[in-house]
């Protein structure tokens, strides 16, 4: 009998991860695009402020950078990791007698029922991430949505951690969940203090950038090769 999660000793997964990612990313820039026509630049919005300075004083901006920054993490470290994990990597070298040499490295995981999983939480932060953009009433309402899909991202990491056979992928996992715990806990800090919506709304905005940023370093340095 073969086995339900490996059915295939050498499988190609290319198609299925590339059209994974192509729709997890269309929709989520759908819902982006809606939410920056509807919300940030609504007619209403386009009346009241007009200069750069007038968009800079309204929280409404800097919230929406947060946003966009957040969904950024999880569409870029998404592709990053099922490229890595399901997609043979091929390189070209040029050996000594000047001749091409191919090298095709072993897939990381031939494992069909971790890319089921894989799946089901890109459609979990789909659904979490049209949560967020509709949910536009204040700094709050807005941060607390987000709170809860990077809740979703940190149940990923804890799986990843605590059942992922490549030890690789458990310390990558590890990495993320300490980003998405001290993002959860720098945001709840944030929205506790007795600052005001723009204030709040600058300083998330700018510390969701951040985090974006070593998100991009880390997926860099961690998955090299």
Same mark, same amino acid.
């Given at each position: $009998?073969?086995? +339900?999660?490996?059915?295939?000793?050498?499988?190609? *997964?290319?198609?299925?991860?590339?059209?994974? +990612?192509?729709?997890?990313?269309?929709?989520?820039?759908?819902?982006? !695009?809606?939410?920056?026509?509807?919300? &940030?630049?609504?007619?209403?919005?386009?009346?009241?402020? =007009?200069?750069? @300075?007038?968009?800079?004083?309204?929280?409404?901006?800097?919230?929406?950078?947060?946003?966009?920054?957040?969904?950024?993490?999880?569409?870029?470290?998404?592709?990053?990791?099922?490229?890595?994990?399901?997609?043979?990597? @091929?390189?070209?070298?040029?050996?000594?007698?000047?001749?091409?040499?191919?090298?095709?490295?072993?897939?990381?995981?031939?494992?069909?029922?971790?890319?089921?999983?894989?799946?089901?939480?890109?459609?979990?932060?789909? +659904?979490?991430?049209?949560?967020?953009?509709?949910?536009?009433?204040?700094?709050? =309402?807005? $941060?607390?949505? !987000?709170?809860?899909?990077? =809740?979703?991202? $940190?149940?990923? !990491?804890?799986?990843?951690?605590?059942?992922?056979?490549?030890?690789?992928?458990?310390?990558?996992?590890? =990495?993320?969940?300490?980003?998405?715990?001290?993002?959860?806990?720098?945001?709840?800090?944030? &929205?506790?203090?007795? *600052?005001?919506?723009?204030?709040?709304?600058?300083?998330?905005?700018?510390?969701?950038?951040?985090? *974006?940023?070593?998100?991009?370093?880390?997926?860099?340095?961690? $998955?090299?090769?």
């Amino acid at each position: $009998m073969p086995n +339900i999660c490996s059915p295939n000793d050498n499988p190609d *997964l290319k198609q299925i991860v590339d059209r994974t +990612i192509a729709l997890f990313a269309v929709y989520t820039g759908a819902t982006l !695009s809606f939410f920056v026509k509807d919300f &940030l630049f609504s007619d209403e919005n386009l009346e009241k402020y =007009v200069g750069l @300075t007038d968009w800079l004083h309204y929280w409404g901006f800097w919230i929406s950078l947060a946003v966009v920054a957040l969904l950024l993490r999880y569409i870029v470290g998404s592709a990053s990791h099922l490229n890595y994990v399901y997609i043979a990597k @091929t390189t070209q070298k040029i050996n000594p007698e000047n001749k091409i040499v191919t090298d095709t490295q072993v897939l990381r995981s031939t494992n069909i029922c971790w890319l089921f999983v894989d799946i089901l939480f890109l459609i979990a932060f789909g +659904i979490l991430a049209v949560l967020i953009t509709r949910a536009t009433d204040s700094v709050a =309402v807005v $941060m607390t949505h !987000s709170i809860y899909f990077i =809740v979703a991202g $940190m149940v990923w !990491s804890l799986l990843a951690l605590l059942f992922r056979s490549s030890q690789q992928e458990r310390f990558i996992a590890a =990495v993320w969940l300490g980003v998405d715990f001290g993002q959860i806990v720098w945001t709840l800090v944030i &929205l506790a203090t007795p *600052l005001d919506q723009l204030s709040q709304a600058v300083i998330l905005g700018i510390s969701y950038l951040l985090f *974006l940023w070593f998100d991009l370093y880390s997926l860099v340095r961690w $998955m090299a090769g």
